[in-house]
């Protein structure tokens, strides 16, 4: 189920946030390490399938029906392997449109509404600013 547009931009500010106030811990979440990983296991499927591929022409070279229907489950597990670390990279696509800074770090997916500026880096701290927003809800009835 979608996100609402509201959900979509807590989201966005709760994202520009975690930014603002702990970078490193950003830095580590941008998914520089969890491409290259995924990266990893995509070559490493695609080395499976070619381990597949060998022992179904050896079976067939050697008419053992045995080594063929290892070789055969040898390259599904590689071509699951492969397709398993290139489907990690494509969620939220669906969501919205996912808008990039221009600079490496994490997607902000659009929630269909106009920008604001940011704050200044002397403005509350987010916990604070979200405490606030609560207050002023149970104030208000909604």
């Known amino acids: 189920m979608p996100l609402s547009e509201e959900e979509l931009r807590l989201l966005e500010q709760m994202e520009r946030a975690l930014v ?7 830095s580590t979440l941008r998914g520089t390490s969890f491409h290259r990983a995924a990266r990893r296991r995509a ?12 022992l179904l022409v ?7 029906p045995i080594l063929g229907v290892v070789g055969f489950v040898v390259m599904l597990g590689g071509a ?13 696509a669906s ?6 800074s221009g600079r ?4 902000v997916v659009d929630g269909g509404r106009s920008h604001r500026p940011r704050r200044p ?3 509350a701290p987010f916990m604070q600013r979200m ?5 002023r809800r149970r104030e208000r009835g909604f």
């Open 131 to 135: 405490e606030e927003r609560w207050r």
């Open 43 to 54: 070559i490493l499927g695609g080395a499976v399938i070619l381990v597949g591929v060998a």
């Open 95 to 100: 969501t919205g449109s996912v808008r990039s």
């Open 80 to 92: 699951v392997l492969a397709v398993g670390s290139q489907r990690g990279g494509s969620q939220g």
């Open 121 to 123: 880096r002397g403005s």
């Open 58 to 64: 050896a079976a067939v070279l050697l008419s053992q």
């Open 20 to 26: 603002e106030e702990d970078p490193k811990l950003a």
């Open 104 to 107: 490496a770090g994490l997607g």
